[in-house]
């Protein structure tokens, strides 16, 4: 004789099933602010991966520690973005052509893009489109409304974050013309972690860590 599911037998079977789906639902759930801090940190790592390999180290260059790798946050229009790269002229513009060079990095994922969000040339303008990641620009693709920069013992309010040949993590302006610039090779080497704060338009937050010495970087 076959057995058949009692009621109660059945009520189980549909609430597990019930809780089974939601937990698989929410595993696909998108958390932009997340995606965002997963890019940046990777794009972080990058920038230091990029100081290690390049060293700006020249011994007929005073200046030459201000041409490090950094990554430079900034909010033009009211979208909140970041460059990676390295300030040869000292004006800590991600500048196109300085004496033939391109200041900002290649995206290592796309030969034809930089890794720059936001406008800021002619080169790096809406009428050039791929020549930018727009993933850069975090507010257009990930809905975060600010970025906050704070930390790291040196004394500095700039919005960047360099790397020497050793990784070490420095917070200081490049821009000559600006108060807080990195006035010798040793200054504004970061002492206590940098936090780097990403911001929605519902308050959440994520913030993520640089530390001193090692410039390791987690969320």
Known sequence: MKKAFTMIELVFVIVVVGILSYMVASSFTRNPLREAADQLVSHIRYTQH???????????????????WQIRFSTAGGVESYAIMSDINSDGNPNASVGGIIEVAKDPLNSIQYLIGTPTTSFFNNT??????????????????????????????ANRILFDSLGRPYRGDTNALNAGVIAS???????????VTLT???????VITIDPETGYTHI
Do not use: H, Q
Request: proline share 4%.
């Open 50 to 68: 990029l100081a290690m390999m390049d060293d700006k180290f020249d011994v007929n260059d005073a200046t030459w520690y201000r041409k490090r």
């Open 128 to 157: 050039k489109p791929e020549f930018m990641n727009k993933k850069l620009d975090l507010t257009s693709t990930y809905g975060v409304t600010r970025i906050t920069v704070v930390g790291g013992g040196t004394g500095s309010t």
């Open 200 to 206: 929605d338009s519902n308050l959440n937050t994520m």
């Open 185 to 195: 090779p040793a200054d504004r080497i970061a002492i206590t972690p940098i936090t």
